[in-house]
């Protein structure tokens, strides 16, 4: 059960919209309000339900799942095209084609400025997560009531067990940190042949990568082998015209006009699940400490330090922190994207079908984050409005709700079971339930000195998928060969978890005063290139390591560290970025560093996470990359307010004997202007 602090307080939807809906059923009140473009949530027809990981979901609920695919496969379909409820203009409302959705004209825009208008979202913004949850309920509900209408489809015998799967009907999240299988190889400093291997494998799920699965179709209710709905987006003709394509400049020539991909390979321009999957594996530990961080550490309990990463004044950059929920998540549009994929590309990033699941996942974070933190909320103006935070409108989401001047805002969206959905992890007796269930759901998978990987919890171990509706192809009697599919299935009957190419490790053993974690902080103006670009950050004793490779696969170089993406669009054609280039909006992010650290440790070349070692050995090999969406990299000194510097977490031992201590260390940039400075003289 939840506590008493943190129930939702929102009016459910039956009494709210009782009378401007008439006396309907809550299905029929529904279908009403979506035809004439309402968010409403499904709690009113189905209850308050639990939110599902996409595996989870696949295994545990096949039916329910089934019926999912089947209506994102229906929504993304070409006679859906102009329909608002659609795959296709629901993907617009984040960025292209250029106009607005459903007659909404942005705040502050005219009506011949709305028809150039491109997306609605709030990016560098605290409004960033709520904005996205209620564009994530306009999706779940089309997807609904679509599910509904297939159900009808299926003969009489089998209706009533997809009206109950349909019930429980919710958008799936992608966990990044749950391992898959057992034994990943990817780029690293550790094994041989620039390679690092761990007993786990995290991986992008197969339920979304995999180009065909077996769905149940509604004629016979039998399982046929068909195209995948969530590995890609097919572009009907002229869902984005030239014009539209134009907007992106001259990255515009760099993604396919076609259909969506992630991890462009240049050769054959065609996608490449192997590199995404590398990247992934590569960002994993490091990336789990962020989220833990930002999840946890009281340096992120205001809303405004943990939803973004912006501020303007030299005094707000100095009071926020670096990194956030934000710019945690602009990392995954890279790592999922790649140069040249859809996702990493903020006007075209919707119209890949992963990018739910990752702002479901988002969402999640948000989730426990309000549950750890209950009593906390929005506690500023908008800069631009004037109005509390909280009340600033969510364009273009419509709402019958009381107060609300017909939009959806903060208040409105504060609670997740308003629309009709939770998630297991935030349901716990108390917020310090929560945070330990956090805890031990993940910090298993990440090292400090002295404290070596632990063994994944059982509700976390990699589940047996072989068994899985949508991946039963030997139920498929037709021509086309699926044995490529079946291989790509974990069996863990199969495959027993043995260590991949590791070295013997080291014994560590905490000793000294601090425990201590390192990270790579940067600041830069988010408009400093008018659109989305990438920061690198490598480890390399000479350039050659790292200029030998093709910039647009830096995110599998061995050599990498960490990365911070930043995600915007082009002033042209988007009001609320020309607004923060006029403003010179600055953006934060922060690259935990300590698993490489402790790699390099592990293979002799550092000899501890002091700052004796470690200091010298950053000042030395420590190097950066600013890359565009186009591959072209950028001198530090032409992308405005670019500043980095390092620092560390020193928490005192024994733990929790004292608070950690936040260092930084200055000297570091300073060593590594003076060797650029010195090269430039030569």
């Known amino acids: 059960m939840l506590s008493s602090a943190i129930k939702p307080v929102v009016k459910p939807f039956i009494d709210a919209t009782s009378t401007l809906l008439g006396g309907k059923t809550p299905m029929e009140k529904l279908r009403q309000a979506h035809k004439e473009g309402y968010v409403l949530g499904l709690g009113p027809v189905t209850g308050v339900q639990k939110r599902f990981e996409v595996d989870e979901m696949v295994q545990e609920l096949p039916d329910t799942y089934n019926l999912f695919l089947l209506a994102l496969d229906r ?48 990016h560098g913004s605290p409004l960033f997560p709520f904005w996205h949850r209620v564009y994530l309920a306009l999706l779940e509900q089309s997807l609904y009531v679509t599910i509904m209408d297939i159900v009808e489809e299926f003969p009489a015998s089998a209706k009533p067990k997809y009206k109950a799967a349909a019930r429980l009907f919710r958008l799936p999240y992608w966990d990044y940190y749950r391992p898959r299988a057992t034994g990943a190889k990817f780029p690293g400093i550790k094994g041989t042949g620039s390679t690092t291997g761990f007993d786990y494998d995290f991986y992008v799920p197969r339920a979304i990568t995999l180009k065909k699965v ?120 890279v790592i999922v994207g790649g140069a040249g994929g859809h996702m990493s590309n903020v006007p075209i990033a919707a119209f890949d079908p992963i990018f739910y699941l990752h702002h479901a996942n988002i969402d999640r974070y948000t989730a426990i984050w309000q549950n750890i933190n209950p009593k906390v909320w929005y506690s500023h103006q908008d800069k631009d409005s004037g109005l509390p935070l909280e009340k600033v409108e969510f364009r273009p989401f419509r709402t019958y709700g009381d107060g609300t001047n017909g939009w959806y805002n903060s208040d409105s969206s504060r609670y997740t079971e308003s629309f009709g959905y939770y998630y297991a992890d935030q349901r716990k007796a108390t917020p310090i339930a929560v945070k330990n269930h956090l805890k031990k759901q ?82 830069v103006n988010r408009l400093a290139l008018n659109g989305a670009f990438t920061i690198y950050w490598f480890l390399s004793e000479d350039d050659a390591s ?59 070349e550092l000899g501890s996470l002091d700052p004796e070692h470690v200091v010298d050995f950053l000042s030395k090999r420590l190097k950066w990359r600013i890359v565009q969406g186009n591959g072209d990299v950028k001198k530090s000194e032409d992308v405005q307010g670019f500043t980095l510097g390092v620092s560390c977490k020193a928490t005192p031992l024994p733990r929790g004997s004292a608070d950690p ?15 650029a400075a010195a090269k430039a003289t030569k």
């Open 214 to 333: 077996m769905i149940r179709t509604p004629q016979e209710d039998k399982l046929e082998l068909k195209e995948n709905p969530l590995r890609f987006t097919q572009f009907p003709k002229g869902v984005l015209t030239d014009n539209d394509w134009a907007a992106l400049g001259g990255e515009g020539t760099l993604y396919s006009k076609d259909r969506t991909f992630r991890h462009i390979t240049f050769d054959d321009l065609g996608g490449s699940t192997a590199q995404m999957n590398k990247a992934t594996n590569m960002r994993r530990e490091d990336n789990t400490r962020y989220m833990l961080s930002v999840m946890t550490a009281d340096i992120y309990t205001t809303i405004e330090t943990f939803c973004t990463d912006a501020g303007t004044s030299a005094t707000e950059m100095d009071e926020i922190s670096s990194g956030s929920m934000e710019a945690l998540h602009n990392d995954y549009h």
């Open 75 to 122: 929504l993304q379909s070409e006679a859906y095209f102009h329909d608002k409820n659609g795959f296709f203009k629901i993907a617009g409302i984040h960025g292209l084609p250029k106009g607005v959705w459903d007659g909404v004209i942005p705040a502050g825009q005219s009506e011949e400025q709305a028809k150039e208008n491109v997306g609605y979202c709030t």
């Open 661 to 675: 201590l936040y260092l930084d260390y200055p000297q570091i940039e300073q060593a590594i202007s003076r060797r």
């Open 442 to 523: 993940y910090e298993w998978s990440r090292r400090l000195w002295g404290v070596d990987y632990g063994s994944p919890p059982a509700s976390m171990m990699p589940r047996d998928l072989t068994k899985c509706q949508i991946f039963q192809y030997d139920e498929y009697k037709g021509d086309e060969s699926v044995e490529y599919f079946k291989s790509q299935l974990f069996d863990p009957a199969l495959e027993p978890l043995t260590p991949v190419d590791q070295l013997k490790r080291k014994p560590l053993a905490e000793t000294g005063v601090f425990s201590r974690e390192w990270y790579i902080d940067n600041k």
């Open 546 to 604: 790292i200029d030998q490779s093709d910039p647009r696969l830096y995110i599998i170089n061995e050599r990498l560290v960490g990365l911070s993406h930043v995600f915007a669009m082009p002033v042209e054609i988007c009001d609320n970025c020309d607004a923060q280039a006029t403003q010179a909006l600055k953006i934060t992010n922060t690259s935990p560093i300590t698993a490489v650290l402790l790699d390099y440790i592990e293979v002799g």
